[in-house]
């Protein structure tokens, strides 16, 4: 029987698919993810549906919009609700996860979230769970959990690991643990689903000085949209010299997966899955973090890497299609050939990125559940409260052709065309000439939302017809 294809999934906290060198970032060199992209398929149009670290890795695991999986900040994902790793368990996949979790619902009020220990039974499934709830401090992490102690999937034995600090910095050390697993891991046996989920480049933006010393903040170009506002252009330059090095070392641990899974024998079984929980707007708009609309907060990156040994770079593949949160497990499960739980909410994009990764022109050959959507929606149901947060609750929608609309709770926000304005430098929304366009997609959003059962009041009723002006 052919080999399965084995998964690994390697994301950061807060990285914006606009710093990326293959994105056209000045600031930054990504050489390996460039490369990922360069070398498999690649989606520019890529959402984070919540702009949230918790809502968003909730919807990431199960596959849910986060109003059924992980609404806010701090609140504790369902233990009943399975995560991807189930699915792979039960198609006799061996499942690991390293790194931040996030999702148990611990209270940085209490104390430290590194400190705090997730449960055996809230570590989602995985058979080998190495990780932590949250930690804002790299140089300073901690790891506990579990791990198999021998071969032989879901019956071996396997030993809780006591927590202990990690040596060095945060993504260098857990890409170690990864490392290892993957050089545990025997070609042609039993099939894995592996995941890196790593805090930076999310702030305090610090690196390696290998990494950090690059960059100077005077240096540091900004984007187009950050407003001439003295200590928002310096605020934004100084984070931006550490996070650029931040993802710069994400980017060597990038590389130094590649390379194992070449020396191992496993690069031709195996795909790389690589994108990120949000953005960070980093003074575009005056703004700073996430839970914001803007492009910056909300578009990520997403990249279904090769199968086989690295190689120069050869084409970029890219793909259009709006993938948000609760896609990437439903498509993730679809490229392995699983079956995707009647409970995951998200759309199945696996037969057109297998069409795209093959070279195949026009749709996928294979039947797929509907076509993909044209339109997406974005969600913030719990305002945090934290500075430099949004601290009302929004709802939007984007289209595939370009348009994106916000409201408050009854009330139009922001109305962008971003095919004229793709920095979002026009608000449109309260501008009579485009009442009709604003009303448009308010009904579509109305009806999404209604479809999903998200009652929020979008000033719009869903069943009202949504081109009147």
């Known amino acids: 029987m052919a080999d399965r294809l084995n998964i690994i999934w390697i994301f950061g906290d807060q990285h914006r698919r606009h710093a990326l060198s293959i994105e056209g970032d000045p600031n930054v ?32 695991l199960t596959g849910r919009y986060a109003h059924h999986a992980v609404p806010g900040h701090e609140v504790r994902l369902n233990p009943e ?20 979790w996030h999702v148990d619902g611990f209270h940085e009020a209490d104390g430290r979230a590194a400190f705090h220990t997730v449960p055996r039974e809230r570590r989602g499934g995985f058979s080998t769970w190495l990780g932590y709830e949250n930690n804002n401090s790299q140089w300073d992490s901690y790891v506990h959990g579990h791990r198999r102690v021998a071969a032989g999937g879901g019956a071996a034995p396997e030993e809780e690991v006591p927590r202990y600090r990690l040596d060095g910095y945060e993504t260098d050390a857990l890409t170690d643990h990864l490392l290892h697993y993957l050089e545990m891991q025997a070609p042609g046996e039993q099939p894995f689903f592996a995941v890196l989920s790593v805090q930076p480049p999310h702030d305090p933006y610090l690196s390696p000085p290998l990494f950090m010393d690059r960059h100077n903040p005077a240096q540091v170009q900004l984007r187009e949209n950050v407003p001439t506002v003295k200590v928002v252009r310096e605020t934004a330059q100084r984070d931006l010299a550490g996070y650029y090095g931040m993802i710069e070392n994400l980017d060597a641990a990038v590389g130094r997966v ?28 005056g703004q700073f973090r996430k839970t914001s609309p803007w492009e910056e907060a909300v578009r990520v990156p997403f990249i279904v890497g090769p199968l086989g040994r690295y190689h120069p770079m050869r084409r970029t593949s890219e793909v259009p299609w709006l993938i948000g949160q609760p896609d990437i497990a439903p498509t993730t499960l679809g490229l392995c050939g699983i079956p995707v739980p009647a409970q995951m909410e998200g759309f199945n994009y696996a037969p057109w990125l297998d069409a795209a990764l093959s070279g195949r022109q026009g749709p996928p050959p294979i039947p797929a559940a509907g076509t993909p959507p044209s339109a997406a929606i974005l969600q913030s149901i719990i305002p945090t409260g934290h500075s430099h947060s949004v601290d009302r609750s929004w709802r939007g929608i984007v289209t595939l052709d370009g348009w994106k609309f916000v409201c408050f709770d009854g009330v139009p926000w922001l109305l962008f065309n971003l095919n004229e304005d793709p920095l979002e430098q026009m608000n449109l929304a309260h501008n009579p000439r485009y009442h009709r366009e604003r009303n448009r997609l308010a009904g579509m959003l109305a009806q999404q939302l209604a479809a999903l059962g998200d009652t929020f009041n979008t000033g719009v009723s869903p069943d009202q017809p949504s081109s009147t002006s």
């Open 81 to 100: 609700i399975p995560t991807i790793a189930a699915a792979f368990n039960d198609a006799g996949y061996d499942t690991a996860y390293f790194g931040k």
């Open 258 to 285: 590649r390379t194992v899974l070449d020396q191992t024998g496993l690069a031709e079984t195996t795909r790389i899955i690589f994108f990120s929980d949000h953005g960070d707007m980093h003074g575009s708009h």
């Open 29 to 60: 060199s990504t050489p390996n993810i460039d490369a990922l992209a360069q070398q498999g398929v690649y989606s520019r149009n890529a959402l984070a549906t919540v702009p949230l670290c918790c809502p968003a890795r909730g919807s990431i």
